[in-house]
């Protein structure tokens, strides 16, 4: 028994004779075969997340797909919405840092950072210089530590797993610095408004330079371990170009922009805290693709140690805070500030009314312009490379709910 | 209880089916890996990582939620992602326990103000083990596996006795 | 930095927007306040052809008490200099959006419409970003956060 409509639609392979002329039909089939000689396939839509191992967090994309290559995509956010911005508005000044802290966990100094200094701003405070480089040198290893994670998980992306153990070993000696000197592991509260919250300890210091004395061995060893790896860079090398339109066009900062070959960087260009002290380059590359983000990275992570080294060597005596108020109530006025995250431009745009709770506080977050440039380029790729494009991209999911 | 210590060779070992199973249980307590804020890098990543490696004592994070055992709820939840809990927990098979890490799982901790805000997993899910925190360390994590591993035998040791007193 | 006025009167001049309240002396930088239909026009004439303020860093929205002063945060790079343009909606007014200009925008809108109870006009996607469907718009100073008791009782 044979089902005519089956053949209806596979004419191709039973030309010249239309179906309905066939006299010939194998009897032990209950369906035609179907015809291999088109790639005519069903649209088909995909859910991943907020589940999902491989989203950096809880985000959720729906890709609706031909075959294997996406045709649409859309990012859903807000599984981790969990109102900073809101909650700021109803904090002291010296308490939103507990917040931002927990916006981009990853690198809670440059959040802190960025709050403080906008607070600064309209408060117009002098910080103590031994506090702008402690600034910067706990920015630097916070910076560190957390492209260590990316490094991590964006070789899980592209199938590697050794190369995520060494950079939690090397994590953990970071995150014993950043414990040492902040108290905490992840959420510091150690930036506030006038200076640092505590001055470095001997401890940390020796701490850092037994850091220092391995870490450019173990840097060339991840290069060699992840960026030398020959599937890794076919997995990487022109897949997902942001090209220097789409980037600015889509707000992207950061590395990422620096990858399509725009060398912006807050912390060259808009100086603050004391890297206009510091000796450093900003590494820049063309192509845009992931791998060229991935060497911005690895060059970030280069600067970044002797960044770390100029802070111990040259670190100026001093206070390490500025003699602020208790409660602070900056007067009235609007002030922008940021600061340069590991994943872009981290800014704070605050509004005082003169009270001791800020008016609105803004948070700029950079993965969230970074996940939607990534969404405008996922349709017309492959699906295996959706992961390898978000997780070049660095998206932090904290950050983009707020 | 390691069987090979307990019973040299050729011999004949009797344990309830019930001691058996716990003792497997408790041995191989595989989380899933669901991540949601701050703790996760904590409990799941540096948790899984050389230094504190909880796969030494049978902990280990699978994928998929039909494969695992434990939840850790690392992170706040809110409104939006409440539902994924639950219906993550409900494709969990049996039996399955449920960690509640950190103090916004427990509690809402510093986000408990915004209305948005789940206050505490506990409203979703029942939760065995409650880790404070903000985020715990691996090694509180590591604890609150302790702990559930306690709690998995007192469990079944409990039923025994309580099936003893029965048949009695 | 911050661009002196006559740069600005010359895009604007240039691309023939009037009614443009300029300030300069804030400690923003040079803001300018514009009526809300002539944002896109305004955005347009900064923009310019390859030499004006081609980035969006951010957009956002600040409830002021009166009415909702949607911020949009621009950037030069050629230039080296950042403004701002300041467009004060009504509550529940309608925010048009500017992606075609700058598609940076495309989720900030979302997140500022939703946040600030705006609706939201020429998006391709003017779903919720963040909250769930039918949440308060969370960000109005008129919605309130858990009081202390409510948390304590839980």
């Known amino acids: 028994m044979t089902d005519p409509r ?13 179906p309905h002329q066939v006299d010939f039909v194998p009897t032990s089939l209950t369906r035609a075969p179907t015809g291999v000689d088109t790639f005519d396939t069903e649209r088909m839509v995909l859910n991943m997340g907020p589940q999902h191992p491989s989203t950096h967090g809880v985000l959720r994309l729906l890709i609706e797909m031909d075959g294997e290559e996406v045709v649409a ?82 070789g899980l992306d592209t199938g590697a797993m050794g190369q995520f153990l060494y950079a939690v070993r090397d994590r953990e000696v970071l995150l014993d610095i950043l414990e040492d000197v902040t108290g905490q592991r992840m959420m510091f509260n150690y930036v506030r408004p006038g200076g640092v919250v505590a001055d470095i300890t001997t401890s940390a210091v020796d701490k850092i330079q037994a850091f220092l004395a391995t870490i450019d061995m173990y840097l060339d060893e991840h290069d060699a371990l992840l960026g030398g790896n020959e599937i890794f860079q076919a997995r990487t090398r022109g897949i997902g170009v942001l090209d220097k339109e789409t980037a600015t066009a889509f707000g992207l900062t950061g590395a990422n922009l620096r990858a399509s070959g725009l060398g912006f960087d807050v912390r060259r260009d808009r100086p603050y805290a004391a890297y206009d002290e510091m000796r450093f380059s900003v590494p820049v590359a063309e192509e845009g693709d992931c791998y060229a983000r991935y060497l911005v990275r690895m060059g970030e992570l280069r600067q970044a140690v002797a960044m770390v080294r100029q802070c111990i060597d040259g670190l100026p005596e001093g206070e390490h805070t500025a003699k602020v108020a208790k409660v602070l109530r900056p007067p009235a006025g609007e002030a922008y500030a940021a600061v340069e995250s590991p994943r872009g431009e981290l800014g704070v745009h605050l509004v005082s009314d003169g009270t001791e709770h800020p008016y609105r506080m803004r948070y700029r977050p950079p993965a969230l312009y970074a996940l939607q440039a990534a969404e405008a380029i996922l349709p017309g790729t492959m699906i295996a490379d959706v992961v390898v494009i978000l997780g070049s991209v660095d998206v932090v999911l904290g950050e983009i709910d707020r | 209880m390691a069987l090979d210590k307990l019973a040299g060779e050729n011999s004949l070992l009797f344990i309830r089916s019930e001691q058996l199973f716990d003792w497997a249980r408790r041995r191989s ?50 409104h939006k992602m409440a539902a994924t809990v639950r ?47 903000c985020p715990p360390r691996p090694e509180s994590v590591q604890y609150g596996f302790f702990q559930l591993m306690d709690k998995i035998s007192e469990q079944t040791e409990g039923r025994l006795a309580a099936r003893h007193g029965n048949s009695r | ?89 009504p509550y529940g007014a309608d925010l048009a959006s ?37 949440s308060r718009p969370a960000l109005l100073k008129s919605e309130r956060i858990r009081t202390a008791e ?3 009782d839980r």
Request: aromatic letters at 10%.
């Open chain 3, 1 to 89: 930095m911050r661009p002196d006025t006559a740069t600005v009167d010359r895009f604007l001049s240039h691309a023939g927007v009037s009614d443009v309240e300029i300030d300069s002396a804030s400690m923003l930088g040079v803001v300018c306040r514009v009526a809300p239909a002539q944002t896109k026009q305004m955005l347009c004439a900064l923009k310019g052809e390859g030499d004006g303020f081609d980035f969006l860093v951010d957009l956002f929205g600040i409830d002021t008490g009166e009415a909702v002063d949607v911020v949009y945060h621009l950037r030069s790079f050629s230039r080296d200099e950042e403004i701002y343009v300041k467009v004060a909606l």
């Open chain 2, 29 to 78: 307590l595989w989380y899933m890996a669901f991540g949601i804020a701050c703790c996760a890098i904590e409990g799941l990543m540096h948790a899984s990582g050389p230094r504190f490696d909880f796969d030494r004592h049978g902990v280990f994070f699978r994928a998929s939620p039909r494969q695992a055992d434990v939840m850790i709820v690392a992170g706040t939840v809110n």
């Open chain 1, 6 to 18: 089956h053949l209806a639609g596979h004419a191709g392979w039973l030309t010249p004779n239309p």
């Open chain 2, 87 to 133: 219906r993550l927990y409900d494709q969990m098979p049996e039996p399955k326990w449920v960690i509640a890490m950190g103090a916004c799982a427990n509690t809402g901790g510093p986000f408990r103000e915004y209305p948005n805000v789940v206050l505490g997993v506990d409203k979703i899910v029942p939760v065995d083990v409650y880790i404070p925190g």
């Open chain 3, 98 to 134: 500017v992606w075609e200009i700058h598609p940076a925008a495309l989720m900030p809108e979302r997140e500022c419409a939703e946040m600030f109870g705006l609706t939201l006009s020429g998006h391709p996607n003017p779903k919720h970003l963040l909250l769930t469907k039918g």
């Open chain 3, 150 to 152: 409510e948390v304590r």
């Open chain 1, 73 to 154: 995509a859309e990012a859903v956010a807000g599984y981790l919405h969990r109102g900073i911005e809101k909650l700021a508005e109803h904090r002291r000044y010296n308490a939103v840092g507990t917040l931002m802290d927990r916006g981009d966990y990853m690198s809670g100094i440059h959040n802190e950072l960025a709050f403080a200094l906008a607070a600064e701003k309209l408060m117009e405070v002098e910080v103590p210089r031994r506090a702008q480089w402690l600034r910067v040198l706990m920015s630097e290893i916070n910076r560190i530590a957390s492209h260590l994670v990316w490094y991590g998980t964006f």
